[in-house]
Each structure stands twice: as C-alpha cells, then as structure tokens.
C-alpha cells in the first residue's frame, strides 16, 4: 500500500508538472521520457544509471542478459541514426530493458519477486524522472519569475565575507588545471552518489528486500523539494548578475574582481532563460548527503566523500554559481531532509520531530533573515557572520546527536556470554531480513 500510493502520488505530481510545463509552450517530464524510447536520448549515462539501479535485484546472470540486450539494441538505433544521418546518442536500449523487466514483473512474476523487482523498476525510472523534472522545474523558474533577489543574498553575504569572490580569484588563479579538476568533480556528482548508492545495494539481489534507508532516496526527494524553494526565493548566482554570463541584464561587471557594494538591494528584472536555482544550494545538499552516507562505507569510500563535498563547495563558489548564504542554507536543507527520510524508515518518534522541526525553523529563519535583513547583515557582520555560522553548527550538532542515539538504539542486545554487536544503522542494514507485518 505504501508503494502504490507514492506511485499515485509521484504519478500526479508529474502530470501536474506536465500540465504546467505545456501551458508555457514547453515539453514536460513525461513527455521528455516517452520520446526517448525512440528518438535521441538527452542523458545516455543517466539511463544506464537508471538499469544499473534496477540491476541490483537481479542475480548476476540476469544482470549479464539485461546489460547485454540494453547494448545491443543501442547498436542497432545508431546503425540506422548512423544510415539516416542523425546525431549518435546512445540510451535507448537501457530505457527498453527497464520497461521490459517492467513487464516481466507484472506478466510473469509473483509474489514477493515481483515486488521486488517492480521496486527495482520504479527505483531507475524515478532516478530519469527526477532528472527530467529538474530540467522542468529549472525552466518554469525562469519563465514564472522575471525578477530576481540576488541583491538581497549578495547583500547578507558580506557577512561571511563574499566567500564566492574569494574562491572565484582562488579558481582563476589556480588556472586551467584547477579549474578543469574542478568542473570535473562538480559535474560528476550523479556518478559519485550512483557508486555510493549501488554499494548500499548491494545485497538486495541476494537478500531480496530493499534497505530500510539509502542515498538514493534522499537524493530524489532533495531533487524533488528543492526547485520548489526556487519559485519563493528566486536567486541566479553571481556570475550572472555579476558577471559577464549575465550580459546586459547583470547589475555590473564585478565578479569576481570587485566586491559587489553594499545598498539598498532590490528585486531585479532577469532574462526568460536562466535558471532560478540558487536558494538553498542542491550541489551542497547532495554532496552532504554523500557525505553522510559514505561514513558507513570503507576507508576509500569514506575519504572520497569528504573530498567530493569538499570539491563540491569549492566548485559552486569558485564557478560563481552560488553566494556563501547558498550554502549555509543547503547544509541546513539537506540535513532536514535526510533527518525526515530516516525518520520515514525507522518510524516517527519525538526525537525525529524535534530535529526535523528545528532543522526546518533554522531554514525558513535563514530565507527570512536574506530577505528582510541583508543591509543589516552587511553593516555588522562581526555578529552575523558567525551566527549564520553558529546556527548551521547547531543542525549539524543537533543532527549527529539524534542519530547517533538512533544507531544506539538499534544495537542489539547481546545475550550473557556474548560478546556486543556493532552499531547497525538503516544504511548498513542492506538486505537484512525485517520482520513481515501481519
């Protein structure tokens, strides 16, 4: 009942989606997926992310034929775009391979199996539509708010100092090697919390059952709630509004070289084409959510994950894509939301309500405090600064905490003569047997 009613649920969002996106004359997600089971795929690699998803409950004799038929039906589409003169995209046949084991699942399968492996089906065609709703909401963004704040966040980012400016210089200074490094880790995220995803998932195929809790689930439900922020606190970064990739709609040719002034910031008007999608930054929710979830994994696993949030953080002040207020509010935004997606899995309890209402007052006060208080931020930002700072910290020590009692209390008690068992977390608990409901 929980899965068919977040299907009906998720299936109404992306036809209201579908239904706003063609009232501004443009494609929706559900139309963007349905074509590429014919025509040129948009995102090749997301879709084999999707299959490689799906082939975590399979064995690996199935996982062999399903890789197999997904490339061979992409050979056959590039022969005949190759013979046609089209462009060369490949995707298709992972696409066709999720569809038909969706088919198989309902025409022969039962039980159990089919649970599973419709769970696994719906798991790689969320992953594409969370994607393929992004893309949607970004361009609603653009097309439902001609003005802008970004006056209001540059304003209250002088009270942690302009860092976009500093790690902008940083970046240019560092030449193409860094900035390449850089833009390298910053567009390979997907593929970093794919890896860390499929590690968690590991033992699905051989334990048939899901995890209680994993990354990719708090991925998509960011990916689903944030642009929605979007639309109340529409934010194009600085080197859009001030900078050259702005054009003649940025307020002045001053990223990262000058610091932007401080005065009384307005709403500005902005182009029909450029993403609203600032406020709070997904790039640092995501990769905290990494983060977090690659401290369960193996010394390798672990410090790549600080590495990828680290170069993450550096990335999106560096490219000029986020204001250091940006980041704050994604830090708080992404902890909330995994705090909800743990809570959702072990079950709802006071501690869990606690944290997650204190995560989301701290976030709705730091929307707030951009808005109506910027000018006084920026005037005294020896004691804005360090509470912007202080109250992040405060959801982080709130955060580790709550869940550290968490993992306390689903530590087995050991019998007399045993010796105790470690800590076992939702994350670490892929496949583990749960008892059926009656």
Request: net charge positive; aromatic share 10%; hydrophobic share 50%.
């Amino acid at each position: 009942m929980l899965w068919a009613t977040a299907s009906v649920v998720t299936l109404g969002f992306l036809v209201a989606l579908e239904c706003a996106a063609r009232h501004y004359g443009l494609r929706g997600p559900l139309t963007n997926q349905a074509r590429e089971v014919i025509f040129n795929p948009s995102s090749g690699p997301l879709l084999y992310a999707g299959l490689a998803l799906l082939m975590v409950v399979l064995t690996w004799r199935q996982r062999l034929i399903a890789a197999g038929t997904a490339v061979g039906i992409d050979l056959v589409f590039l022969l005949v775009r190759w013979a046609a003169g089209a462009p060369l995209e490949f995707g298709n046949g992972a696409l066709w391979v999720v569809l038909g084991c969706a088919i198989l699942a309902v025409t022969r399968r039962s039980g159990r199996e089919r649970a599973l492996l419709l769970k696994g089906v719906g798991l790689a065609l969320l992953l594409v539509a969370g994607h393929k709703t992004g893309d949607t909401w970004l361009l609603i963004t653009s097309k439902t708010r001609p003005q802008v704040l970004d006056q209001y966040v540059a304003t209250a980012d002088h009270a942690l100092g302009n860092p976009s400016w500093l790690v902008g210089r940083l970046v240019e200074a560092s030449g193409s090697i860094g900035y390449h490094g850089l833009h390298l880790v910053y567009g390979q995220l997907p593929l970093a919390a794919a890896i860390v995803g499929l590690y968690q998932l590991r033992h699905v195929a051989t334990e048939r059952r899901f995890p209680a809790h994993h990354l990719v689930r708090t991925f998509l439900v960011i990916g689903l709630l944030g642009p929605a922020i979007y639309m109340i606190f529409p934010v194009v970064g600085p080197v859009f509004a001030y900078g050259t990739d702005g054009g003649h709609w940025a307020t002045a040719d001053l990223w990262p070289g000058t610091m932007p002034p401080i005065g009384a910031p307005h709403a500005m008007p902005f182009d029909g084409i450029t993403p609203r999608n600032c406020m709070p930054s997904l790039h640092t929710a995501w990769a905290t959510t990494l983060f977090i979830h690659s401290r369960k994994g193996s010394r390798t696993m672990r410090y790549a994950g600080a590495f990828w949030l680290v170069a993450t953080l550096t990335a999106t002040l560096g490219f000029g894509y986020h204001y250091g207020c940006d980041l704050v509010a994604g830090v708080v935004f992404a902890l909330t939301v995994e705090a909800a997606m743990r809570a959702f899995a072990r079950g709802w309890d006071r501690s869990a309500v606690q944290l997650i209402s204190y995560g989301a007052t701290v976030f709705t006060a730091l929307l707030l405090a951009y808005r109506w208080l910027p000018l006084q931020m920026a005037d005294l930002p020896w004691l804005y600064g360090p509470l912007l700072l202080l109250a992040m910290a405060s959801v982080v020590l709130f955060y580790l905490r709550t869940t550290k009692r968490w993992d306390a209390q689903e530590t087995p008690v050991p019998l007399p003569g045993q010796r105790s068992a470690p800590p076992r977390s939702p994350e670490s608990q892929a496949g583990e047997p749960q008892p059926e409901l009656a």
